[in-house]
């Protein structure tokens, strides 16, 4: 391309230097003629002619006199002048001549300029076609090369595919290779076991004949019985022998095993699915086998499997109650001899066969299988195997069914109280503060200025004209004044204890152990420093987080006017069905008593309709220079509130380890760890991972049949374990094969696999 520019610039060049030098060549000419006319002598009036100055002719010659005024011959200044005309006459045309072929080389020149325009505008075109071209053969080049590099990938993926499958199943072959070996060795040693009895048999006979033979000296008569009964012998020998060969043949496949231990011990060392025997005269049944796990051995007796998380107790949930049986007195699939399920199904539904409570057992194994998987897949889809091998089992029964009947029945027991916990979080409760306070900017840390420790005097800045003394009681006691920064007892049904924190909080635990109490109520007397000179206001609010639901109200006493603090009551109910407590009817939080001025304030709110496991309590806000606590910061700070009581109580420590079963395992696949990590960070003081729990208990008595893989010292087990009986009337979400808290611990996507081992 760029040759065509250089010699497009040629032409140009040598095209304007061609006319340049014309032009100058013409000029040249004309000018050259203008000075010849010039020089030729002009005649004078006298008749000489007038020389050219600068110019003399030769001395003497003719006509030269003129410049000195001679005078001359006349003809021949006539014939010269005549001359000289027509030579003037000559070289004018030739000047015209010249001049028109200058204006025809000018017309040429400028109608070649006018060319040269276009020429060079073609050429561009040209030169812009060319680049096109070039263009479109380079990407052609490039999609090409796009195309080449595409299939080049496919090829690479296709090769890689390939490879990965050929890898597959050369793994395959060589796995099958080595189950071919095993059963030509395990038929070889079969073999020769028969060739070995086949061998003492023939020994027997020799035997026999050999006898036979030396009775033949005896008497002839002797003899012909002899040979009879040789000949039946004989018979039979030959028949039992055949009976023998056969029974030799079948390589022991008609013997049936009492257990997986008994299959192993026998030569069987490959899991999978079995008939056994568990005892002389009962039925046989079908049964996996594992033979890897610590030597192997082991019967898989049980699965649990969750079918439908929202399904309490209906049908699919086998093992908590019967098919849809509901109340807590209903037969447990843990403690009965029901069965169902079976065996090849065992991680797509709830299985349970006649070795759970017919086959003697010393240990427990678990695996956490994927559901709906073939039983080929179960050992190696296992995201956890673990076993006991301290052989617990034999001090309860032997087997898990006497274990749950006889030893730590699945039925309610009594309730646990766990009142005294409240101290722990009212006493870490300066640490929540300063997080609740934060949503109120400008809060009002009021003076405790009273020497009885049980209300704010003064407060400062004039808050209280002796203020927020604070009550407690039940429906069936009288109203008990609360002493600040300490802890009340009311028997069995609350405890309220008090911090001189900012904010102030009074907070009730409800326990009310068998629902005999139909209410609780917390009361606030209250002078105030507005004196009748402020406003009042009053309202509700409701909140919600994670597992906890809040209602609260509130009321507010503010003076601008008199730049007093306000103050801002705020009276609340806390709540937790998943966390156990018991809640119902419209009218749950009520005010008994309440105040309509911004003096003299009495405001009561209770809990009603025999609350059980709920926190009810009473904090106060305060802003400087009568300024209203707003709604908003009100919600907020009852939200950090609520927050801050999310871990509470699910962090009792309820310590019932002592009325359940608790084994130490050994991790054959995952670690301790892998348990660990699953266990939420606020709950692991109270959650150990190693062991294996059975029949664990929550604070209000009801089981759960199996902790797998922890122990608990939690109040609410039901993050952890599995198997529950029916909570009918207590906490609905809590119970079933899994319950809606395992989530987060168990994958509901996986089968628990139970087996024993003797």
Same mark, same amino acid.
């Given at each position: 391309m760029k040759s065509y520019f250089v010699l497009l610039l040629f032409v140009l060049a040598s095209l304007t230097t061609s006319h340049d030098t014309a032009a100058s060549q013409h000029c040249l000419a004309i000018t050259e003629c203008e000075n010849k006319i010039a020089e030729i002598p002009l005649p004078t009036a006298s008749g000489s002619v007038q020389g050219v100055p600068g110019k003399r002719g030769p001395p003497g010659a003719k006509g030269d006199q003129g410049m000195k005024g001679e005078p001359g011959d006349p003809c021949d200044v006539e014939d010269q002048l005549a001359g000289l005309i027509n030579r003037l006459s000559r070289m004018e045309n030739e000047q015209n001549a010249m001049k028109n072929e200058q204006k025809a080389m000018k017309k040429q020149l400028a109608r070649q300029s006018t060319d040269f325009p276009q020429q060079i505008s073609d050429l561009k075109e040209t030169v812009i076609d060319n680049e096109e071209e070039l263009n479109d053969t380079n990407k052609q080049v490039t999609d090409i090369q796009s195309e080449l590099t595409l299939g080049l990938d496919s090829l690479q993926k296709q090769h890689n595919a390939t490879e990965q499958h050929l890898n597959q199943e050369t793994a395959e072959f060589s796995r099958l290779e080595e189950e071919l070996r095993k059963m030509q060795t395990q038929l070889a040693e079969e073999k020769l076991a028969s060739q070995a009895q086949v061998f003492r048999l023939e020994e027997e006979l020799r035997s026999t004949q050999t006898q036979l033979a030396e009775e033949k000296t005896l008497s002839q008569e002797f003899k012909k019985h002899l040979v009879n009964v040789t000949e039946k012998l004989t018979m039979h020998e030959e028949q039992h022998l055949n009976d023998t060969k056969e029974q030799v043949t079948d390589v022991q496949s008609d013997i049936v095993r009492s257990s997986c231990l008994d299959l192993i011990n026998a030569g069987k060392n490959r899991s999978g699915i079995y008939e056994v025997q568990p005892r002389d005269g009962s039925s046989t049944l079908q049964v996996f086998c594992d033979m890897e796990v610590d030597g192997g051995g082991w019967t898989l007796v049980a699965s649990v499997h969750e079918n439908n998380i929202d399904g309490k107790c209906t049908i699919g949930d086998n093992w908590s109650t019967d098919q849809g049986t509901t109340g807590s007195t209903s037969s447990s699939s843990w403690s009965n001899t029901r069965i169902f399920g079976n065996v090849e199904g065992a991680t797509s539904d709830d299985y349970k066969n006649e070795a759970y409570f017919n086959i003697p057992a010393n240990d427990v194994m678990i695996w956490h299988v994927p559901n709906n998987n073939p039983s080929s897949q179960w050992s190696n889809l296992a995201s956890l195997k673990y076993f006991t091998n301290n052989s617990f089992l034999t001090q309860y029964g032997s087997n898990l069914r006497d274990l749950y009947k006889n030893h730590f #029945? /699945?039925?309610? +027991?009594?309730?646990?109280?766990? !009142?005294?916990?409240?101290?722990?979080?009212?006493? %870490?409760?300066?640490?929540?503060?300063?997080?609740?306070?934060?949503?109120? #900017?400008?809060?009002?840390?009021?003076? @405790?200025?009273?020497?009885?420790?049980?209300?704010?005097?003064?407060?400062? !800045?004039?808050?209280?004209?002796?203020?927020?003394?604070?009550? *407690?009681?039940?429906?069936?006691?009288?109203?008990?004044? *609360?002493? @600040?920064?300490?802890?009340?007892?009311?028997?069995?049904?609350?405890?309220?204890?008090?911090? +001189?924190?900012?904010?102030?909080?009074?907070?009730?635990y409800i326990e009310n152990l068998g629902g005999h109490q139909s209410y609780f109520e917390i009361k606030v007397e209250s002078g105030t420093g507005a004196d009748g000179s402020g406003s009042y206001s009053s309202y509700t609010g409701d909140l919600s987080y994670d597992d906890y639901n809040m209602k609260y109200k509130t009321y507010n006493v503010h003076d601008q006017a008199q730049a007093d603090p306000s103050i801002c009551e705020v009276y609340f109910v806390v709540y937790?069905?998943?966390?156990?407590?018991?809640?119902? &009817?419209?009218?749950?939080?009520?005010?008994?008593?309440?105040?309509?001025?911004?003096?003299?304030? *009495?405001?009561?709110?209770? *809990?009603?309709?025999?609350?059980?496991?709920?926190?009810? &309590? @009473? %904090?106060?806000?305060?802003?400087?220079?009568?300024?209203?606590?707003?709604? %908003?910061?009100?919600?907020?700070? /009852?939200?950090?509130?609520? +927050?801050s009581m999310a871990v509470f109580p699910q962090n009792f420590n309820c310590s019932r380890t002592e009325e359940s079963v608790v084994a130490p395992i050994i991790f054959h696949t995952g670690t301790k760890q892998t348990v660990t990590n699953r266990i939420p960070s606020a709950q692991q003081s109270l959650t150990t991972a190693g062991f294996i729990q059975l029949r664990a208990l929550n604070s209000i008595g009801y089981p759960f049949a199996m902790c797998p893989g922890v122990k608990t010292d939690s109040c609410y087990p039901s993050a952890y374990c599995i198997g529950s009986i029916s909570m009918i009337g207590a906490n609905s979400r809590s119970y079933g094969d899994f319950t809606d808290g395992t989530s987060t611990f168990h994958n509901l996507n996986a089968s628990v696999l139970i087996f024993t081992r003797n």
């Open positions: #029945p /699945m039925e309610r +027991q009594e309730e646990f109280s766990v !009142a005294e916990n409240l101290d722990k979080y009212t006493a %870490t409760f300066e640490e929540k503060s300063s997080y609740i306070r934060s949503a109120i #900017p400008s809060f009002n840390s009021y003076t @405790y200025d009273s020497n009885n420790n049980n209300q704010i005097s003064d407060g400062g !800045a004039d808050m209280y004209d002796n203020g927020n003394k604070v009550f *407690v009681r039940s429906a069936s006691s009288d109203w008990h004044r *609360v002493v @600040y920064d300490a802890t009340h007892h009311d028997t069995d049904w609350s405890v309220t204890s008090t911090t +001189q924190t900012h904010p102030f909080l009074a907070l009730m937790s069905r998943e966390k156990g407590s018991i809640v119902s &009817g419209s009218n749950l939080f009520s005010s008994n008593e309440w105040s309509s001025s911004d003096d003299d304030l *009495v405001n009561s709110m209770r *809990v009603n309709n025999n609350p059980r496991k709920v926190f009810l &309590g @009473y %904090t106060l806000f305060s802003k400087s220079a009568g300024v209203i606590v707003s709604p %908003t910061e009100v919600r907020n700070a /009852m939200t950090n509130m609520l +927050q």
